[in-house]
């Protein structure tokens, strides 16, 4: 996948709406018009205020001095450690959490493929026990993959579920073991204590293999997926985030203030489609080249 062909298409909508700002010559102006228009791209009203503020502080001369500081701070709010995490020794664990419908299965399904693919042995881990079709759903991906899926029955607690997992020779031997888990809210005080659980069965059948706490955003909430994100973190000490459905984003603009509101959690991977290939690594130049262009 072209990630910056993608991001230049996913955003073009996005990139009208912040270009428009350069129809006046005046810098003062532009500004304005800018802070406006970054609210209307979905940046979230205090990180545009926060981003005109560094702009204008810099004195710009020119359009061209306001468009290159804007691509230089909106750039600089994008964290570079984005590099999945592994673990000493195999296997490495990776949770998938979100709230429902975010895209959590879906996406341990393509994690699963894309390190196949690079040669590794990936698993996956049906920790939804909810709902017996969410079990079901997994399979199917696994099957799609080709990797090994963990499954037990429904109503199965997740953290006997990770148990048996990782005691199981198959799963134990991979190098890569992707537990898909239940959506949730991030209100419900249950879900601190269910995946203290699940961490505690990863430390006692694999010590220190626990290397990521993934939370799948939806990148169609805009703002919103911003504020689960919060109380996720709050929660649940995130190590990272995905963000999905970026292909269906009209609202991707809320990246931008990630990096304010959630400092040191880093987008690691983009979701770009439907399909098991359509993952990418995020690519921060290519996501402010495809908003405000090269
Ligand atoms: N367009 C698009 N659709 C996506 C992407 N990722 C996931 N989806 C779709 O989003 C829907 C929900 O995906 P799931 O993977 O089932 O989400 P989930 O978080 O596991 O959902 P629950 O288990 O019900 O909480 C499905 O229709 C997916 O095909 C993406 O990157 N782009
Ligand atoms: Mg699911």
């Known amino acids: 996948m072209d990630i910056k062909g993608f991001f230049r298409r996913a955003l073009a909508k996005t990139k009208d709406v912040i270009s428009g700002a350069f ?86 399904a393509k994690l699963a493929a894309r390190y196949k693919s690079e040669g590794k042995r990936a698993a996956l881990v049906a920790a939804d026990t909810f709902r017996a079709a969410a079990i079901e759903q997994l399979q199917i991906w696994a099957g799609r993959a080709g990797v090994p899926v963990f499954a037990m029955q429904e109503g199965a607690h997740p953290s006997a579920v990770i148990f048996d997992a990782l005691s199981d020779k198959e799963i134990r031997g991979a190098d890569l073991v992707i537990v898909d888990t239940a959506g949730r809210l991030h209100t419900k005080t249950s879900l601190i204590e269910e995946l203290a659980k699940m961490s505690k069965s990863c430390d006692k059948c694999a010590p220190s293999s626990l290397a990521e706490r993934l939370l799948v955003l939806d990148g169609t909430a805009g703002q919103n997926a911003l504020a689960q994100a919060k109380a996720f973190h709050d929660a649940l000490h995130l190590t990272g985030l995905i963000v999905t459905k970026l292909d269906a984003s009209a609202k991707a603009g809320f990246l931008v203030s990630i990096g304010e509101q ?22 921060a130049d290519a996501f402010v080249e495809g908003l405000i262009g090269g």
């Open 23 to 108: 129809r006046s010559k005046v810098p003062e102006e532009i500004l304005v018009e800018l802070e406006d228009r970054l609210i209307l791209a979905d940046a979230g009203p205090s990180t545009a205020a926060a981003v005109i503020e560094e702009i204008r502080g810099r004195k710009p001369a020119s359009p061209e001095d306001v468009q290159a500081a804007l691509k230089e701070i909106l750039r600089s709010r994008f964290l570079m450690n984005g590099l999945p995490q592994f673990s000493p020794v195999p296997p490495t664990v990776w949770f998938l959490l979100g709230t429902n419908g975010s895209g959590k299965t879906t996406t341990a």
């Open 262 to 283: 959630l400092p040191n959690v880093p987008v690691k991977w983009a979701g770009t489609g439907e399909t098991l290939d359509a993952l990418s690594p995020f690519d």
